[in-house]
């Protein structure tokens, strides 16, 4: 496909962006340029390019906005301790988001093009990846959505592929404390058929709700229960869920319904090195709340790319209360968590071969 660099004439100064740089938080920022390529039936994909970062032209009618035909991934730009950028298994994204793009009836884009408007971005700006040292970089956005104007329901033949680039710090200002749950009762976030395992808006939107009820019960994000029997755990708000045993598995629940998350699946090859044996398999809310109680779950953490590993101390739902080992963050999670940002910031050895340099 191709990706050819048109330069912005408007980008920020050294000093505007040395400012945001300073203190970036989380998608509040973007730099100078942006991917975008279109798709129509006829003419497959076209104009693909790096461009000036600009708002898009939409007709007030653009399917996107009333049937939400969407798909978006997110991974990060890594630099090292000697300049150079990376990114992190960039090709698992490519593949989930052609997986994501079936689901949405949206058409695939070639999983090298996904990679290239990745890697061609981040070179236009690599001045915004940020210095070696913290636990900073660049977060990138793919997403594909239906432009054509149309109310009629059927899947568009006008598409925008695009992707967007913002400087990130650490995902929760507050750093690597531990969060609690609140298992809803109320909300589902997927059923068997679904979307549950696309990355796509409308699961975020629906998750919206969940998440002003789990802050409703004191708790930081929600644990969601299967849409069947409302027993078996799925994921948190927008991260897949790991547990820990004291027989030394680390659990996490199957695919099916879940996001097939980058991180989850890193972790459940890196933790051998841990001492633990990866576990895939159904975990029911009554198995978690009985371990926490009688310690045979000792650690509990959530994964997702843009929080990297979040401890998880303790667990609400309708008339009970969890408390995961003595609610501090676990030993072996926050190892775990040193042992990936390690690998992304080539710190030790890459020795898979999941960094891939820009
Ligand atoms: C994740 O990286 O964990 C995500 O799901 C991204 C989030 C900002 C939607």
């Not at 050819?4 to 300073?22: K, V």
């Not at 942006?34 to 390019?49: K, V």
């Not at 994921?235 to 980058?262: F, H, Y």
Request: glycine share 10%.
């Amino acid at each position: 496909l191709g990706f050819p660099f048109e330069q912005t004439t408007t980008p920020l100064s050294d000093e505007e962006r040395a400012a945001i740089l300073a203190d970036p938080g989380f998608g509040r920022y973007f730099t100078d340029h942006m991917a975008s390529a279109g798709w129509t039936p006829a003419a497959g994909w076209h104009n693909s390019r790096v461009g000036p970062l600009q708002p898009f032209s939409l007709h007030p009618s653009a399917a996107v906005l009333h049937y939400a035909q969407e798909i978006f991934e997110g991974l990060k730009a890594y630099r090292h301790a000697d300049d150079s950028v990376w990114l992190f298994r960039p090709e698992l994204n490519a593949r989930r988001f052609a997986r994501s793009a079936t689901r949405l009836a949206l058409p695939e884009l070639p999983e090298e093009a996904f990679v290239q408007s990745v890697e061609e971005l981040v070179k236009a700006d690599e001045a915004w990846v940020p210095a070696y040292g913290g636990e900073q970089s660049l977060y990138l956005r793919p997403f594909m959505f239906a432009s054509e104007p149309f109310l009629g329901v059927r899947p568009a033949a006008h598409v925008t592929y695009s992707v967007v680039a913002s400087p990130a710090g650490p995902y929760f200002s507050s750093g690597v404390t531990g969060v609690t749950l609140w298992v809803s009762n109320t909300y589902t976030r997927a059923a068997v058929g679904g979307m549950g395992a696309a990355k796509t808006g409308g699961n975020y939107a629906g998750g919206l709700v969940a998440q002003l009820e789990a802050q409703e019960h004191g708790c930081d994000q929600v644990l969601y229960l299967d849409g069947a029997e409302h027993r078996w755990l799925e994921e948190s708000g927008t991260m897949n869920l790991c547990l820990i045993t004291s027989d030394g598995e680390l659990i996490t629940p199957g695919l099916g319904t879940i996001l097939e998350g980058v991180t989850r699946g890193s972790v459940l090859q890196l933790v051998t090195e841990h001492g633990l044996t990866p576990v895939e398999r159904r975990v029911s809310i009554d198995e978690l709340r009985a371990g926490c109680r009688d310690g045979s779950i000792t650690e509990v953490f959530a994964v997702g790319t843009a929080a990297v590993i979040t401890p998880i101390v303790g667990f609400k739902g309708d008339g009970y209360e969890a408390v995961v080992g003595d609610r501090q963050p676990g030993k072996i999670t926050l190892a775990v968590r040193e042992h990936i940002l390690d690998l992304q910031y080539g710190r030790v050895p890459d020795s898979r071969g999941w960094l891939r340099r820009v």
